[in-house]
């Protein structure tokens, strides 16, 4: 008689999975943005069932209520990634709606009150004034008809009137009014620099009138990133500077700087997008902050004047974002066995309340993959970082003597970072028998500026050699079929995906998630925040043409033999379709098996659920015929061009 407790021997792919991609699509709702308004706690959340909308929650006095009801969607596309799509003081909540980019206004209870005019001004980061009656935002002005927006810092009066305060830098994040409303403090910096290479801190007195006076810089250069200026509750301004090669906690007093706690950690993240916060004063002699060790997160409380740091317990391995305040600490974190949750913390205690879910309902935890950290060789004697998922599905079980297939994934940025918290979309493989390498390859955030900076002038060789050489070690480890190793990557990832099968001979098949195929071609259509990216990247302007062309998968198609399919958002202005198409085009003329999926109404990221539902599945047909596993009827059929029956 059959135990029909003892798992199923099945070919891995063909595993019968729990997780499907509606269960994906439906369960991940994205968290974000969180904000502390004396007993409230504001957040974010997306909705993929109403096309990717997001939309403004509030926790008060144990309910939850909706603030900004379809059809608003808090969001800004302020260096085309947007963040800090709203402020809230004193129950008054400011937003911006992306469809049209105008500030709106919320009262307590009232309808959204429109406040700005203009759809060609976008706004990101605001600060409350009230005793000017205004907001201090950063604003990007796309009416000039200028190839490029102008960035300047400017106030936002609650009627409306608009005043520029400081302008003349290429970009602008983080304006910061001291407690007593007399000191404005911001960020600064110009091309062809990104905000993780060098950004200025600058402080000024704010006049009787409302203007900037004796503006200086107090910390910052060509080659040291700063993040989130704050000031503590006495008025002292508190940053995070890489300046020892880690992004570590300093205080700016009496015209000195001083490091609060020196540690091969890293107390802040890379500039992405507006908003970000891993630290917050619980007063002004303590600070609850997030650090990042290896890619995983802890928090601690920090003493600013005995600079002793005291780890606080909890179940989180990342930590997106906290805020603090006297009374609570809130933050987004998650786990391998949590999915990302909005949580409030005691400090005194550990003990949490978990106000909000990213998945709702999780599945059996038998039919999650847990991952493993490990680190690695790579080439020319470097160390290399991922997150290996074995598969996992308490059904079923390899056949006898089978290595799963792996999936290895390059990460998008390519300054981010993989972390280990749980993601149904990653699930949603291991459950069907493939393991996955989540890389963290030279160049990621979290490991220091000197791990960051590996990948200056190296952008599609060292990213691509760590994801080769992860394969590699788990194939000789005998923890994967060297036959069937798969490659996947979204935007910079995509780079890498493309860069590895025309360069290397590893990878048996590729996904490309509105990759980049052509560097030359992505300069050309750049916006504004990436548009010098590449001097760092690959080369500067002088020297690019000849590297562009060496490091371009596009150039290089009569090396790819290896099956790929494409996915590409029809509104992407962060990596046009042209890229994809162009690529798609030239291993359709050379007779390799390709498959190209276009989804109208998406951009850099797809946000609704029929596209994630729609691109899953395909992605995962596409490896089944590739691999000649049988796919079951459920799924959709997926032209995939000179691929034989």
């Known amino acids: 008689m059959t135990d029909p407790h003892r798992p199923q021997a099945a070919p891995c792919g063909t595993w019968t999975s729990p997780i499907s991609a509606a269960v994906v699509a439906a369960g991940a709702m994205p ?48 260096h085309e990634y947007g963040g800090g799509a709203y402020a809230v003081d004193g129950g008054t909540v400011w937003f911006s709606h992306h469809a049209d980019n105008r500030l709106y206004r919320v009262e307590d209870g009232a309808e959204p009150v429109l406040m700005t005019k203009e759809e060609a001004v976008r706004y990101a980061d605001f600060v409350p004034d009230r005793a000017r009656q205004r907001l201090v935002a950063v604003r990007e002005d796309h009416l000039a008809g200028e190839a490029h927006p102008v960035n300047t810092i400017c106030a936002v009066g609650f009627d409306g009137s608009e005043t520029i305060l400081v302008d003349g830098n290429d970009f602008y994040a983080a304006p910061r009014l001291s407690p007593d409303g007399r000191h404005l403090a911001w960020l600064c910096w110009d091309h062809p620099r990104m905000p993780w290479q060098g950004t200025e801190l600058w402080v000024a007195d704010v006049a009787a009138d409302g203007s900037l006076v004796d503006g200086r810089m107090v910390a910052g250069g060509m080659d040291e990133s700063i993040c989130q200026p704050e000031w503590s509750p006495d008025g002292l301004l508190h ?34 997008v507006f908003g970000g916060s891993m630290y917050g004063f619980r007063s002004a002699d303590e600070i609850v902050c997030t650090y990042i060790e290896e890619g995983v997160s802890r928090l601690a409380r920090l003493s600013t004047r005995g600079c002793t740091l005291t780890p606080i317990d909890t179940p989180y391995q990342e930590i997106r974002e906290l805020r603090v305040s006297a009374g609570k600490v ?124 590996l990948l200056r002038g190296q952008w599609g060789v060292i990213d691509v050699e760590d994801c080769v050489a992860g394969a590699r070690h788990l194939a000789e480890q005998g923890l994967a079929d060297p036959e069937r190793l798969l490659i996947r990557g979204s935007s910079a990832g995509g780079l890498t995906t493309l860069s590895a099968l025309a360069f290397h001979d590893v990878f048996k098949a590729g996904a490309s998630y509105y990759g980049v195929s052509d560097l030359a071609g992505l300069d050309a259509d750049s916006h504004k925040f990436e548009s010098h990216y590449n001097e760092y990247l690959i080369a500067p302007k002088a020297q690019a043409a000849a590297v562009y062309r060496q490091r371009s998968p596009i150039h290089h198609t009569a090396s790819l033999t290896r099956p790929m399919i494409f996915f590409q958002g029809l509104d992407d202005k962060v990596v046009p379709p042209q890229q994809s198409e162009a690529m798609v085009e030239a291993l359709r003329a050379r007779g390799v098996p390709v498959a ?22 395909a992605e995962l047909v596409f490896y089944l015929r590739v691999f000649g596993i049988p796919v079951p009827p459920a799924l959709p059929e997926v032209e995939i061009e000179n691929l034989a029956a």
């Open 239 to 272: 940053f995070v500077s890489d300046r020892s090669g880690w992004w570590n906690l300093y205080r700016f007093e009496h015209g000195v700087v001083h490091a609060l706690c020196p540690r091969e950690a890293e107390f802040g993240g890379p500039h992405w």
């Open 31 to 78: 968290l974000s943005q969180l904000a502390l308004d004396g007993d409230d706690v504001l957040w974010l959340a997306g909705r993929a069932s109403e096309a990717g909308r997001t939309t403004l929650l509030r926790r008060r006095a144990g309910s939850q209520a909706e603030l900004t009801p379809a059809p608003f969607n808090v969001r800004n596309r302020v």
């Open 596 to 617: 190209y999926i276009t989804l109208e109404g998406e951009g850099h990221g797809f946000r609704k659920a029929d596209s994630v539902v729609r691109t899953l599945e």
């Open 330 to 453: 809130a933050l987004l974190a998650g786990s391998p066995t949590i999915a990302l949750e909005l949580a409030l913390v005691d400090v005194e205690t550990g003990a949490r309340e978990v106000l909000a879910r990213s998945i709702e309902t999780l599945p059996d935890e038998a039919y999650l993959s847990v991952p493993r950290s490990i680190r690695y060789p790579s080439a020319n004697g470097r160390t290399a970082y991922a997150f290996h998922y074995a598969p996992t599905n308490k059904d079923y079980a390899p056949d006898d003597g089978e290595l799963p297939p792996l999936i290895v994934i390059g990460h998008g940025g390519p300054t981010g970072m993989a972390t280990s918290t749980l993601k149904l979309a990653t699930q949603f493989w291991t459950s069907r028998g493939f393991a996955v390498l989540d890389v963290n390859y030279g160049g990621s955030t979290g490991f220091g500026r000197h791990y960051r900076d």
